[in-house]
């Protein structure tokens, strides 16, 4: 049984992002190579889905030797312009993750960071293999929200991603990573069947399926730095920032959850 499993967390995939998703966009050719690192490496890429029902039942749902899940959050248009044919040319799946709000379409809402994916491209996506599953409607902080809102923000954009594509989506991410008990609570009750938060270190099943960490891979990843992130070398040193700048901002959140309550209890 695998111990621990690296999950790589994309969002953008372009030549020239825009100002808003430059620092967690990796190029076309960047996104090649590190594809090749997985490729030269033996690591087998499987979908969210897949490794959630082999730790579920791992008799079962058993995984190939290497296990690693390559996401991508948001939807933008990159996906299916530079990483599809990378990802077919390996023969890989992933799991892209949708805010339905924000895509191309009739449920558009406007909040895109930058040129989004449509309907018809994540269709397209979905048949060469990419698992499709839910980011929220408007990626909002979901631990932020009262309860009728966040319900909205989980239902709707399950509903949307199964009236466009046949199937509705069991996998979900959390926008920004943010979670809390009640979330969790709430996605599962939704009908999603495990999420994945950030957490930047690799995903363990001692987790639980509602709690699964990511490894953010950004536009100045390096091919050396790329490859001892999936390998598990040096994790922490690597994310040490991140974790402090997360540990701040917790603090930071957690008092504006607390302020709001009482603002809600004294009106």
Same mark, same amino acid.
Not at 53 to 81: I, K, N, Q
Not at 108 to 132: F, H, K, N, S
């Given at each position: 049984?695998?111990?621990?499993?690296?999950?790589?967390?994309?969002?953008? &995939? !372009?030549?020239?992002?825009? *100002?808003?998703?430059? +620092?967690?966009?990796?190029?076309?050719?960047?996104?090649? /190579?590190?594809?090749?690192?997985?490729?030269?490496?033996?690591?087998?890429?499987?979908?969210? *889905?897949? =490794?959630?029902?082999?730790?579920?039942?791992?008799?079962?749902?058993? %995984?190939?030797?290497?296990?690693?899940?390559?996401?991508?959050?948001?939807?933008? /248009?990159?996906?299916?312009?530079?990483?599809?044919?990378? =990802?077919?040319?390996? +023969?890989?799946?992933?799991?892209?993750?949708?805010?339905?709000?924000? @895509?191309?379409?009739?449920?558009?809402?406007?909040?895109?960071?930058?040129?989004?994916? #449509?309907?018809?491209?994540?269709?397209? @996506?979905?048949?060469?293999?990419?698992? $499709?599953?839910?980011?929220?409607?408007?990626?909002?902080?979901? #631990?932020?929200?009262?309860?009728?809102? =966040?319900?909205?923000?989980? $239902?709707?954009?399950?509903?949307? &991603?199964?009236?466009?594509?046949?199937?509705?989506?069991?996998?979900?991410?959390?926008?920004?990573?943010?979670?809390?008990?009640? &979330?969790?609570?709430?996605?599962?009750?939704?009908?999603?069947?495990?999420? =994945?938060?950030?957490?930047? +270190?690799?995903?363990?099943?001692?987790?639980?399926?509602?709690? @699964?960490?990511? %490894?953010?891979?950004?536009?100045?990843?390096?091919?050396?730095?790329?490859?001892?992130?999936?390998?598990?070398? !040096?994790?922490?040193?690597?994310? *040490?920032?991140?974790?402090? %700048?997360?540990? +701040?901002?917790?603090?930071?959140?957690?008092?504006?959850?607390?302020?709001?309550?009482?603002?809600?209890?004294? &009106?």
């Amino acid at each position: 049984m695998n111990t621990s499993v690296p999950v790589l967390m994309y969002h953008a &995939v !372009a030549r020239e992002p825009n *100002a808003a998703t430059r +620092g967690l966009s990796v190029t076309p050719e960047a996104f090649a /190579e590190q594809l090749a690192v997985l490729d030269d490496l033996g690591f087998h890429p499987v979908t969210t *889905a897949a =490794l959630a029902a082999h730790w579920r039942s791992p008799g079962s749902a058993p %995984l190939p030797p290497r296990p690693v899940l390559v996401t991508f959050d948001d939807g933008y /248009e990159g996906v299916h312009r530079h990483a599809l044919p990378v =990802l077919k040319g390996h +023969g890989f799946p992933a799991t892209l993750f949708v805010s339905t709000g924000w @895509l191309r379409g009739a449920h558009d809402m406007g909040g895109g960071l930058d040129t989004m994916l #449509d309907w018809d491209q994540v269709r397209e @996506l979905a048949a060469a293999g990419v698992e $499709i599953g839910g980011h929220s409607h408007t990626h909002p902080q979901l #631990d932020q929200l009262d309860d009728d809102a =966040l319900w909205s923000e989980l $239902i709707r954009c399950k509903e949307i &991603v199964a009236a466009e594509l046949g199937t509705a989506p069991t996998s979900f991410a959390y926008p920004y990573g943010y979670s809390s008990r009640r &979330v969790r609570a709430r996605v599962r009750a939704a009908g999603f069947r495990q999420a =994945l938060a950030v957490g930047n +270190g690799p995903a363990r099943r001692a987790q639980g399926p509602y709690a @699964l960490r990511r %490894l953010t891979v950004r536009r100045g990843t390096t091919t050396e730095e790329f490859e001892r992130l999936v390998t598990g070398r !040096a994790i922490a040193r690597y994310f *040490a920032g991140d974790r402090a %700048l997360t540990k +701040g901002y917790a603090l930071v959140r957690r008092a504006r959850r607390i302020r709001g309550k009482a603002i809600g209890t004294r &009106v």
